[in-house]
C-alpha cells in the first residue's frame, strides 16, 4: 500500500443556504481554500471524486454542474458516488493506491433545507414494500433507540449526556450550527420528538459543502511536516430489513473496523446523527472509555447531508495536523440505522 | 508502483426489454449476478466487495437503491460502493471496481449496473426544471441533434451515413440472443424512410428504452491465471469537462480526446486502427459512430464517416464496431457502458458467440454520459499486459 494522506480539509456548514439555489457555487471558495492550503492550483489535483444525491437536490444529475465549479478546460479525471463524500475519498484514495494519480480533491455537498428531509429519506426505503408506508428517519432511528433502551444497553439519560458533551464542544467549532446551554438534566426535561428521542437526540437539518485534499508520499511531504496519514480503512454494508435486523448492533461498523488497527486511537469523529447511535458504534468499535470522541461536536450539532461523515474525517485529521492527537478515527454511515459504515484511521508520524 | 494485474472472468446480461414485468429491481440485477457469476466458475461467497452503478435515482424513483438492494446484490456483510457519473456511469463503475483489484484491496470483485426504466419515466426525470440552468428540456435527441449537424456541416458526410451504422448495429442485434430490439428487416432504405425526430435523427437512429443489468466477475492475476479464457485489462480511463463554455467543442470534445490518448498509451498502442480488433463504442445516436471513430483517434477528424461507409466497422470490415447491437439495440442507461466493456470482455475471451469477430487480440469498451462531457473507456485483451 501506498502512503496516503489527508493534507486539506474545508468545510461550511449552515441551517439554510440562502441567496442561491444549490450548493455548488459554495464549493469554488472551498476549492480556494485547499489550494491556499496545500499551494496548489487545480493542474496539482490528479483525481476529483465527489459525493452527493440527485433525491436531496430534487433532480437528476445533480453532480454534473458541480462539475463546472472545479473550472472549466482541461478536463479533469473525475468521478462521483451517490453516496456520502466519505465513500467518493475511499474511491479517491483506491485510484491513488493503483498509482494512477499522486493527488485526489474529494468534495461533498448536499441542501437539506430544500425539501422535508426526513420524508425525501424514506426513499431510501424498499419501494416495494416500505416506501408506500413512509416511515421517516427520525421514527426509524427513535425505533433504534427503544430497542436499545429495552434491551439495557443505554437508557435516556445516557443518550442526554452524549447531546450534552456535543452541544458544549460544539461551542468552540464556529462550523456547527447548534451549541452550549445544555445541561443533562435541562435536556432529559426537554419534550419528546419521537419517543424516546428529543429534539436534541437527532441532528439538526443542514446545509453545507465541504473538501478533502489527499496526497500520496513526498506530495503529502511537500504541503506538511505532519500530515494525517491514512493507516487503515474500510467499509461493509449491512442488510436494511428493518424487521430483521438487530437494530441495536452494527456489524458492517465493527467489521470495518477489524480491518483496521484502532489501537492508540486517541480521538474518534464519529457520523451519529442520532445520540444513542454514538453508543451502538463505540460498542461495535470497541472504543477505549479515554477515547476523545467527537470533540467538534459531531453529527449532532452540524449534519449536512452527504458531506457528513467527509467531515468527520476532516475533523479528526485537523488533531493530527495540529498535534493534539497522533493518531485519530474518522467515521462515516450512510442508510437508515446505521447499515453502512466507513471507518477512516489517520496518524501524525516523527 | 504501477497497478497490480485484473481480469475480467465473468461476464453476465439480462434479456432486455421496453419492460420486464417478470422481475423486480433486484430480479433484474440477479439475472445478469448469477450468469456473470456462473460464466466465472464461482458463487458469491467467493466475491470480498460489490461495486453497484446505476444512473439517475429519479429514473426508478428509488433514492440510493444499492441500500434496498443490498442482500439482493449479495452485498451485506460485504463491502458495497455506488457509482453515479451519468450515462457512463456503467464503465466508471467497471473501473471502480477494477481499481480495487488493481489497488491490491480486494482479489475478487462482482460489479453490477442496471436500469429499470419502465418504474419511471425517463423523460420526465430528466426534465426538471433547474434555476439559472438552460432549459433543454427536448430530451437526450434534442440536445445531441444540433451535435450530429455540425458534425454533418464540419466533415461533409452524405446524409445517409447514420442510417447506414443504424441498420448494421440492428443487424449485429440479430446475432445477440440479450438485445431488445430485434428488427429482421431494417436496412439503409428502411432507416432513411422513418419518421424525423430531431433533424437529422430518425426514428431508427435512435436508441430504445429498455430494462436491463449487466455484471462482471473482476479478479487478481492468480485468479485470473486460473481462469480458462480472461479479459485483462490493459488499461483504464475516466475524463470530464464541464457543460458549459465558450471553447467547449461538443462535437469532438477535448475529454474524450485527452481519455482516447491516455488510454492508448496505458495499453501500448500507437495506431489503435489496426492495433484494437473489435470496438464498443456508445453510439445511441446513430452519427456518433463516426463522430467518436474520429475522436477516440481510429480515422482522421472528417473522416471517420469514410470507415463507416465502406463497411470497414461492419462485422466483416477491419474494425468491427458494436458486434452486439449496440446501444442503439439496448439501452439500459445505467448498465449501457457496462455492457460496452462487457462486450469488448467477452469478445477478448472469444466468448462472444454468434457475433464473436475472429482472433480478437485487443478490444475497446468505451461510454460517454451527460452532454457529451464524461467519458470512461478501457482496453482488454486476450493476452496479460506485458508492461
Request: charged residues 20%; hydrophobic residues 45%; contains cysteine.
Amino acid at each position: 500500500m501506498r502512503d496516503v494522506a489527508v493534507v486539506g480539509f474545508a468545510q461550511r456548514q449552515m441551517k439554510e443556504f440562502d441567496g442561491s439555489p444549490n450548493c455548488v457555487e459554495l464549493l469554488v471558495p472551498l476549492f480556494a481554500e485547499c489550494y491556499a492550503q496545500t499551494g496548489w492550483t487545480r493542474r496539482d489535483i490528479g483525481f476529483w471524486c465527489s459525493g452527493s444525491s440527485d433525491y436531496l437536490a430534487g433532480r437528476s444529475f445533480s453532480f454534473v454542474s458541480a462539475v463546472d465549479a472545479i473550472g472549466v478546460m482541461p478536463p479533469v479525471n473525475e468521478s462521483h458516488v451517490e453516496m456520502d463524500a466519505a465513500w467518493a475519498l475511499y474511491e479517491a484514495w483506491l485510484k491513488i493506491q493503483t498509482g494512477e494519480v499522486d493527488t485526489a480533491l474529494v468534495y461533498g455537498f448536499g441542501k437539506s433545507s430544500a425539501g422535508l428531509l426526513r420524508r425525501t429519506l424514506a426513499l431510501q426505503l424498499d419501494p416495494y414494500t416500505m416506501t408506500p408506508l413512509w416511515p421517516d428517519t427520525v421514527s426509524l432511528a427513535g425505533l433504534q433507540a427503544r430497542a436499545g433502551i429495552d434491551a439495557g444497553l443505554w437508557d435516556e439519560r445516557a443518550m442526554a449526556e452524549v447531546a450534552h458533551r456535543s452541544l458544549t464542544d460544539a461551542e468552540k467549532n464556529e462550523h456547527a450550527i447548534r451549541s452550549g446551554g445544555s445541561s443533562v438534566e435541562d435536556l432529559l426535561a426537554r419534550p419528546l420528538y419521537a419517543d424516546p428521542l428529543r429534539k436534541h437526540d437527532c441532528a439538526p437539518v443542514t446545509d453545507g459543502a465541504a473538501a478533502i485534499v489527499l496526497a500520496a508520499d513526498d506530495r503529502a511531504r511537500e504541503v506538511s511536516d505532519r500530515p494525517a496519514w491514512i493507516s487503515g480503512i474500510a467499509t461493509y454494508v449491512d442488510a436494511l430489513s428493518m424487521g430483521t435486523r438487530d437494530l441495536t448492533r452494527a456489524p458492517s461498523a465493527a467489521s470495518s473496523a477489524a480491518r483496521c488497527d484502532l489501537g492508540g486511537v486517541e480521538v474518534a469523529e464519529l457520523h451519529a446523527p442520532f445520540s444513542h447511535q454514538e453508543l451502538v458504534l463505540r460498542r461495535e468499535l470497541a472504543l477505549a472509555d479515554d477515547v476523545a470522541i467527537n470533540p467538534s461536536g459531531g453529527s449532532l450539532t452540524g449534519n449536512p447531508m452527504f458531506t457528513g461523515g467527509l467531515i468527520r474525517i476532516g475533523e479528526a485529521a485537523r488533531r493530527v495536523w495540529d498535534g493534539s492527537a497522533d493518531k485519530v478515527l474518522g467515521h462515516a454511515t450512510s442508510g437508515p440505522a446505521l447499515q453502512q459504515n466507513l471507518v477512516c484511521v489517520m496518524e501524525g508520524r516523527a | 508502483m504501477g497497478k497490480l494485474p485484473a481480469a475480467v472472468v465473468g461476464v453476465g446480461q439480462t434479456h432486455h426489454r421496453a419492460k420486464r414485468l417478470d422481475v423486480s429491481m433486484a430480479g433484474l440485477c440477479r439475472e445478469a449476478m448469477d450468469r456473470a457469476l456462473l460464466d466465472a466458475g464461482m458463487g458469491l461467497d467467493d466475491i470480498d466487495a460489490i461495486v453497484v452503478g446505476k444512473a439517475p435515482d429519479l429514473f426508478e424513483g428509488v433514492m440510493m437503491p444499492e441500500l434496498f438492494l443490498a442482500e439482493a446484490l449479495g452485498a451485506a456483510g460485504k463491502p458495497l460502493l455506488r457509482v453515479h457519473t451519468a450515462g457512463s456511469v456503467g464503465g466508471s463503475t467497471a473501473i471502480v471496481a477494477a481499481s480495487l483489484v488493481q489497488a491490491g484491496v480486494h482479489r475478487r470483485v462482482l460489479t453490477v449496473s442496471f436500469e429499470k426504466q419502465s418504474e419511471s419515466n425517463a423523460m420526465w426525470a430528466l426534465s426538471v426544471p433547474v434555476p439559472f440552468n438552460m432549459p433543454v428540456h427536448a430530451g437526450a435527441g434534442g440536445y445531441f441533434a444540433p451535435h450530429v449537424r455540425s458534425y454533418i456541416r464540419r466533415s461533409g458526410a452524405p446524409t445517409h451515413i447514420g442510417a447506414v451504422v443504424a441498420a448494421k448495429d440492428r443487424q449485429n442485434a440479430l446475432k445477440n440472443p440479450y438485445a431488445h430490439l430485434r428488427n429482421p428487416d431494417t436496412t439503409v432504405e428502411s432507416v432513411l424512410a422513418s419518421q424525423m425526430l430531431w433533424d437529422p435523427i430518425r426514428y431508427d437512429e435512435t436508441c430504445p428504452s429498455s430494462d436491463g443489468a449487466c455484471a462482471l466477475v473482476i479478479v487478481d492475476e492468480d485468479t485470473a491465471q486460473a481462469s480458462p479464457n480472461p479479459a485483462w485489462i490493459h488499461g483504464t480511463v475516466m475524463r470530464s469537462e464541464a457543460t458549459s463554455s465558450a471553447e467547449r467543442d461538443q462535437v469532438n470534445p477535448q475529454a474524450s480526446r485527452d481519455a482516447a490518448a491516455h488510454l492508448w498509451k496505458q495499453a501500448g498502442i500507437t495506431d489503435p486502427f489496426t492495433e484494437i480488433d473489435a470496438a464498443e463504442i456508445y453510439v445511441p445516436f446513430s452519427w456518433f459512430e463516426p463522430m467518436w471513430l474520429e475522436s477516440l483517434g481510429f480515422a482522421e477528424v472528417g473522416s471517420g464517416w469514410k470507415l463507416t461507409e465502406a463497411g470497414e466497422t461492419a462485422m466483416t470490415g477491419s474494425l468491427p464496431v458494436n458486434c452486439s447491437g449496440g446501444v442503439l439495440s439496448s439501452n439500459p442507461i445505467g448498465a449501457s457502458g457496462m455492457l460496452r466493456f462487457g462486450e469488448a470482455a467477452l469478445q477478448a475471451r472469444g466468448a462472444a458467440g454468434e457475433h464473436q469477430v475472429d482472433g480478437v487480440r485487443r478490444a475497446l469498451g468505451h461510454a460517454y454520459g451527460g452532454g457529451s462531457q464524461f467519458f470512461s473507456m478501457w482496453v482488454v485483451g486476450s493476452e496479460k499486459p506485458t508492461s
